[in-house]
C-alpha cells in the first residue's frame, strides 16, 4: 500500500470539499450542493465514489434550503486511479459554529489522537462511544465509525467495488468487537445527533508501529480545516 498515494489523494478530496465551501449560496439545496460536489470532484480527476457523498442540512426551524445558521454536513470518498480518499466537515453557514458543530471536531480529533499500533481496532469505537456518552450526545451509528482503506494494489478485482466490498467485512471495521491490532490507514467518521441536529468530522489516519499520521494533513490541527 502507497502511503504517498492516499495523501495525495486525501489532499485532493480536501480541495474539493473546500472548492464546494466556497461556492455554497442561501436557498441552496442538497442537491444543488451535490452537483458542486461532482463537478468539482470531475475537475480534480475523480473517476467516482467509494460512496455517494452525504450532504445533511439540518435547522431548528425545520426549513430544507441552506439558511443561515443552518448546520451542513458533508462527507466524500471520491475515487481517484488507485486509491480513494475520505473527508468530511459540518459547518454552522454564515454563523459562528454551533456547539454541536465544535463537538463533532473535538470527538474526530480526540479519536484519530487515541489511535496507535498498541490498540486493537475496536478500542477505537469504545473510546467515541464513551466520549459521546460523557458529553452527552449520541453517537449516530452504532455499528461502526469508519473502515480500513485498500488501494487498487490491494483490492484489483472490480475496483473500486472491491475496495468498498472489503469496508464492510467485520475484520475491517473500526466496531465493538474487532479484536485485531492497528495498523494500516483507517477512514474514520464518527457522527454524532443531538435533538435532531446531526454533526461530523470524517479524517484518514495511518498508524504503524512507529507513528501516527492525519493523511492529508501538515498536522493534527489542521484537522477539519
Not at 470531475?42 to 457523498?53: A, D, E, N, V, Y
Not at 451542513?72 to 454552522?92: A, C, R
Not at 473500526?174 to 494500516?184: A, K, S, T, Y
Request: proline share 3%; charged share 25%; net charge positive.
Amino acid at each position: 500500500m502507497s502511503f504517498s498515494l492516499f495523501d495525495q489523494a486525501q489532499r485532493t478530496s480536501i480541495s474539493i470539499l473546500n472548492e464546494v465551501e466556497q461556492r455554497l449560496r442561501v436557498n441552496m439545496t442538497q442537491q444543488d450542493i451535490e452537483k458542486c460536489i461532482l463537478d468539482s470532484a470531475q475537475k480534480h480527476g475523480s473517476t467516482g465514489w467509494l460512496r455517494p457523498p452525504l450532504i445533511r442540512i439540518s435547522t431548528k426551524t425545520g426549513i430544507r434550503g441552506l439558511q443561515k445558521g443552518s448546520i451542513l454536513q458533508i462527507h466524500i470518498q471520491p475515487v481517484f486511479k488507485d486509491v480513494f480518499g475520505s473527508v468530511g466537515k459540518t459547518i454552522s453557514f454564515q454563523i459562528q459554529d454551533e456547539h454541536i458543530v465544535e463537538q463533532a471536531k473535538e470527538l474526530c480529533l480526540a479519536t484519530c489522537t487515541f489511535a496507535n499500533r498498541r490498540k486493537c481496532i475496536g478500542e477505537l469505537f469504545v473510546f467515541a462511544h464513551s466520549w459521546c456518552t460523557n458529553h452527552r450526545v449520541e453517537l449516530e451509528h452504532k455499528k461502526n465509525i469508519g473502515h480500513r482503506c485498500f488501494s487498487k494494489e490491494e483490492s484489483p478485482w472490480l475496483w473500486p467495488y472491491s475496495a468498498r466490498a472489503l469496508s464492510v467485512l467485520r475484520r475491517h471495521q473500526i466496531q465493538w468487537f474487532n479484536p485485531r491490532r492497528m495498523e494500516g490507514i483507517f477512514a474514520v467518521h464518527p457522527f454524532i445527533e443531538r435533538y435532531e441536529l446531526f454533526a461530523g468530522f470524517a479524517e484518514m489516519i495511518y498508524v504503524n508501529e512507529e507513528k501516527r499520521i492525519l493523511v492529508g494533513r501538515d498536522s493534527f490541527d489542521d484537522l477539519g480545516s
